[in-house]
DNA sequence: TTAACATGCAACCAAAAGGTTGCTTATGGA
DNA sequence: TCCATAAGCAACCTTTTGGTTGCATGTTAA
């Protein structure tokens, strides 16, 4: 009864909808100056510009250029403080990032059955 | 005993070192045709690079171009039959970027309690 | 009030990314 | 054998990215 062509069934099914927002986060993380900065943040809490910029070897602009990345994409957050901007982290984006690739992972659980002819790792 | 100085403290604690390879791996990760890719490989298992490219509007050497950037950073494999290529995944990578943001996520633990003042949400 | 400090903004630059077109090569099937 | 199909390669184009320099602005602290 109705079962779809088997051309197309591949696309049918529960596909897992990655979504531009999951693209964007990615490419945030996808610079290691930026990965680095977020180290810096993780054990920093609040930190200024010129905070982060110190042992960069980068300009000052250039930080705070990832440092928009990142923020535009809610990884980062940061309030004025006089005259210093301090940057803190956002948990909730890499939170769904993890969701995200949980989900392709219980989707790989069963895709793996399937093929473990080939998968002889590497 | 031997207290850091405080300036220095912040970089000296057991920080998380990225490393290239991660941002690598993001930074492919960080399109949303490749994404797509991604979730098609992933019910598809072996797919050709004509299959592929088939719903996406795309060019097939377009195609092509992300798929190498998936295969350098070995989120997908491919192999040959007669005159087709097939692409296939690779989990390893991705389990690693999970290990990767599971390690965030518990850095974070401890950084949220101390936050936690200004973290209000959003 | 004034000098030093923390940023913001804009212009500019080189290299990388994302795509396209055109042409060649290799395979499989009728 | 011959044609259609699957893919590779190269040149080219435009936009984005990662970075810089120079100058203007707001804040502190002396």
Redesign the pocket.
Known sequence: MSQPSRKSARKQRHRLVPGPEHAAVF?AL?????LVLLSQLMDGEHV??????EGS???????????R?LEKSRIVR?T???????YSLNPKPLMELREYLDLVSRQWDGALMRLKSLVEER
């Open positions: 490419a996808g610079d290691q100056t930026r200024s510009i010129a905070g982060l910029t070897g980068l300009t000052r602009q250039a930080i705070t250029k990832h440092l990345v940061c004025r403080r006089g005259r210093e901007q301090l």
